[in-house]
């Protein structure tokens, strides 16, 4: 669930460079509303292209961690209903954001009787396939926070890189956050944490909401609550056991409150959570 946050919160920077990186031209992108008629499904991102390299069109794409048998299906199942949504031609894409040993379809074919009954294809694009160098060079804000994943990569620099972008205003700092929820993909998530910069993570809107929604519970119930109300909507029930680690934690020293929110709100799931609360203890 997080990465499909975090790829809705780059994406329309994202696809624009990878028009851009597809076609050798950076069009305009004049975003639409993902929902499509007669299905509860919702397009990852919906973009109306305007100018090169064509006359305008829409832009679907949609981000995948995991390798999905039936992706052709759904992306034929896709490009109809929006095509009949919006009267213009699509152009679709499936990014693949980690290498699974699997073969990626890029194309659903159906003939009945020797008769063609339809030829679809999508582009595919396998980010482990890109060189963030070259993604560096050119400037492909959008694609940064995506770096740490691909092929020559070097977490630091990549960090460095999506930092020096989020300091220059070329990025916000929202990237910063979803770079770092990538990164995971690869990287043992304490590794990527202990090189992270807490004074943007904590400008962050992902951090920013949890901790506001913890304080706000907590002074109305207890900080404790809070703590546990930011768990509970990330990762579901608190066990009784956990809450009872972070009462003796609170209990303590109650002013580990902030770095106690914080943790709910970067941990990757309850069980870094909780090992990281052996380090309070």
């Keep these: 669930m997080q990465y499909d946050v975090a790829m809705k919160c780059i994406s329309a ?38 100018g090169p390299p064509n006359d305008d069109f829409i832009v679907h794409v949609e981000f995948q961690t995991a390798h999905d ?38 194309t659903y074919n159906s003939s009945i009787g020797g008769r063609d009954v339809i030829a679809f294809k999508y582009e595919v694009v396998r980010i482990w396939e890109l060189e963030s160098a070259k993604i560096f060079e050119s400037k492909l804000y959008g694609l940064y926070p995506l770096t740490p994943l691909m092929a020559d990569s070097d977490l630091a620099r990549c960090l460095q890189e999506v930092e020096s972008a989020v300091r220059d ?9 979803c770079t770092q929820i990538f990164a995971e993909l690869k990287y043992p998530d304490e590794v990527v944490k202990a090189m992270m910069t807490d004074e943007l993570l904590k400008k962050s809107t992902f951090y920013r909401e949890a901790r506001d929604e913890g304080i706000a519970v907590g002074m109305e119930k207890g900080r404790e609550s809070g703590i546990r109300s930011v768990l509970s909507v990330r990762f579901g029930s608190v066990s009784a056991r956990l809450s009872e680690r972070i009462h003796s934690i609170m209990e303590r020293n109650s002013s580990l409150f902030d770095d106690l929110i914080k943790l709910a709100t970067t941990a990757k799931d309850v069980g870094e959570f909780e090992r990281k609360l052996d380090q309070m203890m």
Aim: charged share 20%; proline share 8%.
């Design 13 to 50: 920077e994202l696809s624009r460079d990878l028009m851009l990186l597809i076609f050798g031209e950076r069009p305009v992108l004049e975003p639409i509303s993902g929902s499509l008629p007669s299905t509860e499904h919702r397009a990852d991102f919906l973009a109306r292209v305007t």
């Design 69 to 106: 048998p039936n992706m052709p299906m759904r992306m034929l199942s896709y490009y109809a209903r929006i095509l009949y949504a919006h009267k213009l031609p699509v152009y679709p894409i499936v990014v693949y954001l980690s290498q699974k040993d699997a073969h990626i379809e890029a």
């Design 169 to 177: 205003k070329n990025m916000d700092v929202d990237s910063y956050t």
